[in-house]
Structures are given as structure tokens and as C-alpha cells.
């Protein structure tokens, strides 16, 4: 089902004057109300008169993570405070979040992009669907939650961490739908197996995101779930789930173009490539009011494909991601930067940073191996004294980071040292192909 | 009284243990006794040798984790209980025995590697019981 098919099926002249007149708006509001996009543009020597169409969106300067850290955490508010009704955020590389603001508007028009997806994953109405993302500050949970009720379905607010739970709601309550991370419905399905209850489950419709994933998983969870699943995509910088989300033909996530404006660029040579040539996606709110990013360098590596699809919607889809032009990794949906382990190890007394994440999927759930190398200056001949050293450094991790990792104390120069992205990571899981 | 231990800290992973006692041995160090405390993961290996700092520089060099630490050795007579003995008053003393191994160190007792709490006191008791007490240079001697 299409929702919202006069803005899904524009067709491109009509889009490209919505976007223009959405940018022009945008890009007043930003200059006269964010002193710190005001200067930025006038580094540049430009002035609002200066974008008179979306096609002039290049000469804008660029938003990265760290104009978010300079401006942490409300530098770039473009509203006064009465008028934001909401906050999220997801980590960044050390300290300080990412974070988002939201006024009413803001949360209505995430709200409606998220029941677009969902209306293009077949969900209505009738359906009940289970939100199996974590509530709070991540986006995930509220913004899958507002979304569904948005299209008027019924929301079981499961969150995470019992699955058990989840599973007996899900019978119970004759769930048909789930919102959750693909790595996690994965361990569900086997859970269900594993209680062999698949015949009294009522479950249609996964729609995943919050970490990239593959086809192979696509067709392991319809088949052994007998469900059809879908990929949401989405960040807290630019709202959260649901700025893109792929239909049943699966040829790209539909980026919703009237409010989130896509371009790839060549990170070397910050120019815009052509359609279907690989660079880096920026992002850039077109209706956004609490905090509008102009041309955010979202760091994922993908392509776009423009043109009609077979499902009828004219928004322009991205390809395949093929991996990431910062070390961020994505566990079990959450964010992670080796800076961050980094800097929590190094409030350990004694321990030299010498350290490598290992991120497997074991059981089509993600683990995280932190291994840490043990110097002289921590070694003590009683194993009680190491295990203590374990257990203090996986409790700092999971204060860093959010996530339970396995510690492995190792010897130095054991560790791996590879030309890779980064030596300080090893993910075995193969996202991106 | 005390004997030098060296600790060396080893992965589980095959080949390691080779290794450290290679270049112990290597270099001529005598290697009188030695003990492995496992856990899923890693080992600490805990050995008496002849000359421990030596062998702590050179393993440092290999780029291997080892440290010295003093603990007690001690010669019990064989006679059934007489060991239990000599726990119970260090128990009674209020002591907490870290760890304990066995090593043979040819003479008529049964000899064991002790570390606790409080060597110094562990030291004044057994000197008061029916044991005996090495320290470095009889084992750099064996």
C-alpha cells in the first residue's frame, strides 16, 4: 500500500519545485536563526538569495560529526527551547552524542515517514505490531512506536531484552508484525524454534533496520518465519528510522526526497556523483525545524537509482551500502568507535590501549570480543588479580559503550596487526559485499 | 627465607609454553619447578629457576608479560596429616593461602611452593614447626 501517493508518486519536475521551495525555506531559516551555519555560509560568501533551487544545494557547506561536537548540544537549534518537544541520540566516536531535537512538527512528519515504510512493507491498520527496538534515547523504539500509531496499527511496546517475552506477546496478542534489528529477529526465529511454537505464531511482516544486513539473512528469516521482511533505514542526526525503506520489488531503500534530500558524493573530491556511482551519502532536511542539517555527511558508502519503480513510487533508491568512510561499527544495532573502547580502557590504571574489537556473528547474533594486551605493569602472578582486571575493564566497556563484550586478556604484540581500515578492528560478519 | 618466583603470562594457545621455556633454557637457566594456573582463556605459568631475574629480562625482551614475587618454599616430613598440620596453623594464624604446588626438590619431605597473604608472618610461623624452610640460593644452587 502506498500512503502517502501523492508525495511517493510525484513525479520528478514536481518533486525537484517542492524540494527547491523546501531548500529556499530551509536555508533562511538556518541563516537567520543558527549563528553557526550563518558563518559557515559566510565563509563562503553566501547568501540565503544565493539558493534559488535544489540544484544549488552544492554550493552549501558540508555538516559533519564534528560541527555536531562544536555545536553540542543545542548549537544547532533553529527554534527557541518552547518549541522542542523532544530529544534523541546515538554515540559518538568519544564523549559527546550525536544528538537530534525535535519540535512537534518534526516528530509528525518522522512519524508519517515511518508509516510510509511500513504502509510499503504491507502493514495497516489491522496489524499489531511489536516494536522489539530499545526504548529511549536511541531512536529506534520511539520512532518505529510513533510511526505505527501514526498508521493507526496496534503497538506492543516490547523494547528489548527478553525474548522470551517477546515471543509469548507475539502468540498471545497474535502479533503480524515486528520492528526490530535483523541480527535480533534472527535470534528470535531460532528461539522460537528452539520452543517450537512456530505454529502459533501469527507473525507477516518484519520490517528491520538499525544495521546494515544481507540478502542471505532476508531469505533465512521469510523462510524460516514464513514472513516477508523489509529494510528500514535512518539516523538520529537526520531524525531516525524511516528516512528510507525498501519495497516488495527489494531494488533499493525509497529515500523519502521531499523531506530528506540525497546526494552522493566522492569523499576525496567532495563533488556530487552521477546516478549509480558509489561515494559517500549526504543528507540534507528539507522540512526539518528543530535542528535542520544542511548536506550531512552521513559516512554510509552507496549509490542511488533514480527513475519509476516497479511499485510505483518515483523516490529515489539507495543501493546496496558497501561499507563506511569513518571506523564505525554497528553492533547489535548500536553504534560503536574504537575511540570510544580506546578511552575507556584508558581509565584503567595500568593498561596501555593495546587492544583489538573482534565483531563476529555467532547464531546470527553479534558478539564483541574486546581483546586487551596485558603489560607488565598489570600482570600479577594470583589469576584472581586478572580476573579482577577482566571484569573491571568489561565493566567500564559497557559503560562506555552500552554492550556486554567478552574481554580476552592477551600477550603483547599477540595481537593482530593488519593493513585494514583500522588495526584495532576485525569484523568477521561480512556486511558489506 | 623467600624463594623468587617467576609468573609469566601465556594465551591458551598452542605453542606458548615452548616458547617461554625455550628462551629460559636457552640461555642456561635451570628450571627446578613449574606450575600452570589455567582459566578458559589465559595461564599463568609460576616456575623456580635458577636465576629468575635473568630469565624475567630476557623474557622481556622477547616481549613476553612475566613478573618476579617472593614465595615460601617448604620441605614437610612425609607422615600422614603432617601437611594438614601445617595448613591448620596457618589458618589458625588467621593466614589465607593464595595458591600451593607441589615440587620435587630430592630430599627426604614433600615440598611444596606456598604463597599467602602475609609471607613475612607465614614465614616467623613455619619457622616455629617441624619443616624446612629453602630460600633462593638453595634452589639457584639445584
Same mark, same amino acid.
Given at each position: 500500500?502506498?500512503?502517502?501517493?501523492?508525495?511517493?508518486?510525484m513525479?520528478?519536475?514536481?518533486?525537484?519545485?517542492?524540494?527547491?521551495?523546501?531548500?529556499?525555506?530551509?536555508?533562511?531559516?538556518?541563516?537567520?536563526?543558527?549563528?553557526y551555519?550563518?558563518?559557515?555560509?559566510?565563509?563562503?560568501?553566501?547568501?540565503?538569495?544565493?539558493?534559488?533551487?535544489?540544484?544549488?544545494?552544492?554550493?552549501?557547506?558540508?555538516?559533519?560529526?564534528?560541527?555536531?561536537?562544536?555545536?553540542?548540544?543545542?548549537?544547532l537549534?533553529?527554534?527557541?527551547?518552547?518549541?522542542?518537544?523532544?530529544?534523541?541520540?546515538?554515540?559518538?566516536?568519544?564523549?559527546?552524542?550525536?544528538?537530534?531535537?525535535?519540535?512537534?512538527?518534526?516528530?509528525?512528519?518522522?512519524?508519517?515517514?515511518?508509516?510510509?515504510?511500513?504502509?510499503?512493507?504491507?502493514?495497516?491498520?489491522?496489524?499489531?505490531?511489536?516494536?522489539?527496538?530499545?526504548?529511549?534515547?536511541?531512536?529506534?523504539g520511539?520512532g518505529?512506536?510513533y510511526?505505527?500509531?501514526?498508521?493507526?496499527?496496534?503497538?506492543?511496546?516490547?523494547?528489548?531484552?527478553?525474548?522470551?517475552?517477546?515471543?509469548?506477546?507475539?502468540?498471545?496478542?497474535?502479533?503480524?508484525a515486528?520492528?526490530?534489528?535483523?541480527?535480533?529477529?534472527?535470534?528470535?526465529?531460532?528461539?522460537?524454534?528452539?520452543?517450537?511454537?512456530?505454529?502459533?505464531?501469527?507473525?507477516?511482516?518484519?520490517?528491520?533496520?538499525?544495521?546494515?544486513?544481507t540478502?542471505?539473512?532476508?531469505?533465512?528469516?521469510?523462510?524460516?518465519?514464513?514472513?516477508?521482511?523489509?529494510?528500514?533505514?535512518?539516523?538520529?542526526?537526520?531524525?531516525?528510522?524511516?528516512?528510507?525503506?525498501?519495497?516488495?520489488?527489494?531494488?533499493?531503500?525509497?529515500?523519502?526526497e521531499?523531506?530528506?534530500?540525497?546526494?552522493?558524493?566522492?569523499?576525496?573530491?567532495m563533488?556530487?556523483?552521477?546516478?549509480g556511482?558509489?561515494?559517500?551519502?549526504?543528507?540534507?532536511?528539507?522540512?526539518?525545524?528543530?535542528?535542520?542539517?544542511?548536506?550531512?555527511?552521513?559516512?554510509?558508502?552507496?549509490?542511488?537509482?533514480?527513475?519509476?519503480?516497479?511499485?510505483?513510487?518515483?523516490?529515489?533508491?539507495?543501493?546496496?551500502?558497501?561499507?563506511?568512510?569513518?571506523?564505525?561499527?554497528?553492533?547489535?544495532?548500536?553504534?560503536?568507535?574504537?575511540?570510544?573502547?580506546?578511552?575507556?580502557?584508558?581509565?584503567?590504571?595500568?593498561?596501555?590501549?593495546?587492544y583489538?574489537?573482534?565483531?563476529?556473528?555467532?547464531?546470527?547474533?553479534?558478539?564483541?570480543?574486546?581483546?586487551?594486551?596485558?603489560?607488565?605493569?598489570?600482570?600479577?602472578?594470583?589469576?584472581?588479580?586478572?580476573?579482577?582486571?577482566?571484569?573491571?575493564i568489561?565493566?567500564?566497556?559497557?559503560?562506555?559503550?552500552?554492550?556486554?563484550?567478552k574481554?580476552?586478556?592477551?600477550?603483547p604484540?599477540?595481537?593482530?596487526?593488519?593493513?585494514?581500515?583500522?588495526?584495532?578492528?576485525?569484523?568477521k560478519?561480512?556486511?558489506?559485499? | 627465607?623467600f624463594?623468587?618466583?617467576?609468573?609469566?603470562?601465556?594465551?591458551n594457545?598452542?605453542?606458548?609454553?615452548?616458547?617461554?621455556?625455550?628462551?629460559?633454557?636457552?640461555? *642456561?637457566? $635451570? #628450571?627446578?619447578?613449574?606450575?600452570?594456573?589455567?582459566?578458559? !582463556?589465559? %595461564?599463568v605459568?609460576?616456575? =623456580?629457576?635458577? @636465576?629468575?631475574?635473568?630469565?624475567?629480562?630476557?623474557?622481556?625482551?622477547?616481549g613476553?608479560t612475566?613478573?618476579?614475587?617472593?614465595?615460601?618454599?617448604?620441605?614437610?616430613p612425609?607422615?600422614?596429616g603432617?601437611?594438614?598440620?601445617?595448613?591448620?596453623?596457618?589458618?589458625?594464624? *588467621?593466614? $589465607? #593461602?593464595?595458591?600451593?604446588?607441589?615440587?620435587?626438590?630430592? !630430599?627426604? %619431605?614433600?615440598?611444596i611452593? =606456598?604463597?599467602? @597473604?602475609?609471607?613475612?608472618?607465614?614465614?616467623?610461623?613455619?619457622?616455629?614447626?617441624?619443616?624446612?624452610?629453602?630460600?633462593?640460593?638453595?634452589?639457584?644452587?639445584?
Open positions: 500500500m502506498i500512503w502517502n501517493e501523492s508525495k511517493e508518486c513525479s520528478r519536475d514536481q518533486l525537484e519545485e517542492l524540494q527547491s521551495k523546501r531548500l529556499v525555506k530551509t536555508v533562511n531559516r538556518v541563516y537567520h536563526n543558527v549563528e551555519y550563518r558563518k559557515k555560509m559566510q565563509e563562503l560568501g553566501l547568501e540565503p538569495g544565493d539558493i534559488k533551487d535544489i540544484h544549488d544545494i552544492e554550493k552549501l557547506p558540508f555538516t559533519t560529526y564534528e560541527d555536531l561536537k562544536i555545536t553540542y548540544p543545542f548549537g537549534s533553529a527554534v527557541p527551547t518552547s518549541e522542542l518537544i523532544r530529544v534523541h541520540a546515538s554515540s559518538g566516536t568519544t564523549g559527546k552524542p550525536k544528538i537530534g531535537v525535535y519540535t512537534r512538527r518534526d516528530i509528525e512528519i518522522w512519524s508519517e515517514a515511518v508509516a510510509r515504510c511500513l504502509a510499503m512493507a504491507g502493514i495497516t491498520r489491522d496489524d499489531i505490531i511489536q516494536v522489539g527496538y530499545g526504548y529511549g534515547l536511541f531512536t529506534g520511539l518505529a512506536h510511526g505505527a500509531e501514526y498508521l493507526g496499527a496496534m503497538v506492543i511496546p516490547m523494547s528489548t531484552g527478553n525474548t522470551k517475552k517477546l515471543i509469548d506477546m507475539m502468540i498471545d496478542c497474535k502479533a503480524t515486528i520492528a526490530c534489528t535483523p541480527s535480533y529477529l534472527l535470534h528470535v526465529a531460532e528461539d522460537i524454534e528452539k520452543y517450537d511454537v512456530l505454529d502459533k505464531i501469527h507473525l507477516r511482516t518484519a520490517i528491520c533496520g538499525a544495521e546494515p544486513w540478502d542471505e539473512m532476508r531469505d533465512q528469516m521469510e523462510k524460516r518465519l514464513n514472513i516477508k521482511a523489509y529494510d528500514i533505514y535512518g539516523l538520529t542526526e537526520i531524525c531516525g528510522p524511516g528516512v528510507a525503506c525498501d519495497c516488495e520489488y527489494h531494488k533499493g531503500l525509497h529515500i523519502w521531499d523531506h530528506f534530500y540525497p546526494e552522493i558524493i566522492n569523499p576525496t573530491t563533488k556530487q556523483e552521477a546516478e556511482v558509489t561515494g559517500e551519502m549526504v543528507i540534507t532536511n528539507l522540512t526539518k525545524e528543530g535542528m535542520p542539517l544542511l548536506r550531512y555527511r552521513t559516512r554510509d558508502l552507496t549509490s542511488l537509482q533514480y527513475g519509476k519503480c516497479e511499485c510505483g513510487r518515483t523516490m529515489a533508491r539507495i543501493q546496496r551500502f558497501k561499507g563506511r568512510t569513518d571506523d564505525m561499527l554497528i553492533i547489535r544495532g548500536v553504534n560503536v568507535f574504537p575511540s570510544q573502547v580506546e578511552a575507556a580502557l584508558l581509565t584503567i590504571d595500568g593498561t596501555t590501549p593495546h583489538m574489537l573482534v565483531v563476529d556473528r555467532v547464531d546470527n547474533k553479534d558478539t564483541l570480543e574486546v581483546q586487551v594486551e596485558v603489560a607488565e605493569k598489570v600482570f600479577t602472578d594470583e589469576v584472581s588479580g586478572l580476573e579482577k582486571l577482566s571484569e573491571e568489561h565493566q567500564k566497556l559497557k559503560g562506555a559503550i552500552g554492550l556486554n563484550a574481554v580476552r586478556l592477551v600477550e604484540n599477540g595481537l593482530e596487526h593488519f593493513d585494514g581500515k583500522s588495526k584495532h578492528v576485525i569484523d560478519r561480512k556486511l558489506y559485499e | 627465607m624463594v623468587e618466583q617467576l609468573s609469566v603470562f601465556l594465551e594457545k598452542a605453542g606458548r609454553l615452548d616458547e617461554v621455556l625455550s628462551v629460559i633454557s636457552n640461555s *642456561g637457566i $635451570n #628450571i627446578v619447578s613449574i606450575s600452570l594456573a589455567d582459566t578458559a !582463556d589465559f %595461564g605459568l609460576r616456575m =623456580l629457576c635458577s @636465576d629468575p631475574f635473568k630469565a624475567h629480562a630476557l623474557l622481556k625482551d622477547t613476553i612475566s613478573k618476579v614475587n617472593e614465595v615460601i618454599v617448604v620441605s614437610i612425609q607422615a600422614v603432617s601437611l594438614k598440620a601445617v595448613v591448620k596453623r596457618l589458618n589458625e594464624e *588467621g593466614l $589465607n #593461602i593464595q595458591y600451593v604446588y607441589g615440587l620435587s626438590l630430592n !630430599d627426604d %619431605g614433600a615440598s611452593a =606456598l604463597k599467602t @597473604d602475609d609471607l613475612q608472618k607465614t614465614i616467623e610461623i613455619l619457622q616455629n614447626e617441624n619443616v624446612r624452610l629453602y630460600n633462593q640460593e638453595e634452589i639457584s644452587k639445584l
